[in-house]
């Protein structure tokens, strides 16, 4: 167990001098061009110094992605309580509603049938007066007053 993790070491002290060695020889440069090499290398080194930078810029921007996440979650789930607390609401003024319609039209119904009551009581009351005047009248004439 102790040799591999002496490779790994190895390897890994390798790796890191072949790509100091890169940067130091520039790997990638035109061979004619020997005045721009030490302005590629600083280069290489000033994009490798800033790399620390832009990581903690991304994970800023990771964080403060999250927590406009978390944020919208939030705002989300208010929504939907809010959503569940006027859908409740809803339902209990429809429910409200329809019971007054009821109520409104049971109210029609029994003024209707008081109307229609009140006017066969006065058509009765009209005709008990209507048929006495005619039968008295009817009771004077078969009796000759007239």
């Known amino acids: 167990m102790v040799r591999q993790t002496c490779r790994i070491a190895f390897y890994r002290r390798v790796v890191y001098a072949v790509i100091a060695l890169l940067f130091i020889f520039g790997a990638t440069r035109v061979p004619g061009t020997y005045a721009a090499y030490w302005d590629d290398v600083y280069q290489g080194f000033e994009q490798f110094s800033?790399?620390?930078?832009?990581?903690?810029?991304l994970k800023e921007g990771y964080r403060q992605t999250q927590e406009e996440l978390q944020k919208a979650r939030s705002s989300i789930e208010a929504y939907q309580e809010q959503n569940a607390q006027l859908l409740e609401q809803n339902r209990k003024l429809t429910d409200t509603v329809?019971?007054?319609?009821?109520?409104?039209?049971?109210?029609d119904q029994a003024s209707h049938r008081n109307k229609v009551l009140l006017i066969t009581a006065v058509i009765l009351l009209a005709g008990y007066f209507i048929g006495i005047r005619l039968l008295r009248y009817g009771m004077r004439r078969r009796s000759g007053r007239y």
């Open 50 to 57: 800033r790399l620390p930078g832009d990581v903690y810029q």
């Open 98 to 107: 329809a019971e007054l319609k009821n109520l409104q039209t049971q109210r």
